[in-house]
């Protein structure tokens, strides 16, 4: 079964950044949606950023202009990068594909049900 794992998370200064990766394997060319979302404690997980099968990425209003969502088709791996950090950006950072599907996301950035593989979580802590 395919797992998806996450990493780069760890503590950061307000203002800092980060970048996370997600590696997905089996993700031949980069054919998978794949997405990030994130949720803070007591809150519902929340659509960061997706990108599909041709490089077309999709942003949470709190994402745009300082996160960047890329993707290294040849290692499998989809990356978050994120500047300007701000306290309200810590949480548990998930990544998710879309696998099987035509590789294209479909409904809104909250969209949970959309994917059906999930990793485990990596943690970003944005201290001030």
């Known amino acids: 079964q395919l797992q998806l794992v996450e990493s780069g998370g760890g ?3 307000d ?17 998978f949606c794949v997405a990030w979302f994130r949720q803070a404690p007591g809150k519902e997980r929340e659509g960061v950023a997706n990108i599909d099968t041709e490089g077309d990425a999709v942003y949470a209003d709190s994402a745009k202009g300082r996160f960047t969502i890329s993707k290294d088709n040849a290692q499998n791996t ?7 950090l701000k306290p309200e950006d810590t949480g548990m950072y998930y990544c998710a594909a879309d ?6 996301c479909f ?18 802590t944005v201290f001030s």
């Not at 203002?15 to 996370?20: N, Q």
Request: proline share 4%.
């Open 11 to 13: 503590p950061v200064e």
């Open 15 to 31: 203002g800092g950044s980060l970048r996370l990766s997600c590696a997905v394997p089996g993700d031949r060319g980069g054919s």
């Open 78 to 84: 989809v990356y978050l990068q994120m500047n300007n």
């Open 99 to 104: 696998v099987g599907g035509a590789g294209y």
């Open 107 to 124: 409904g809104t950035l909250d969209s949970l049900h959309e994917y059906n593989i999930w990793g485990q979580g990596t943690q970003v």
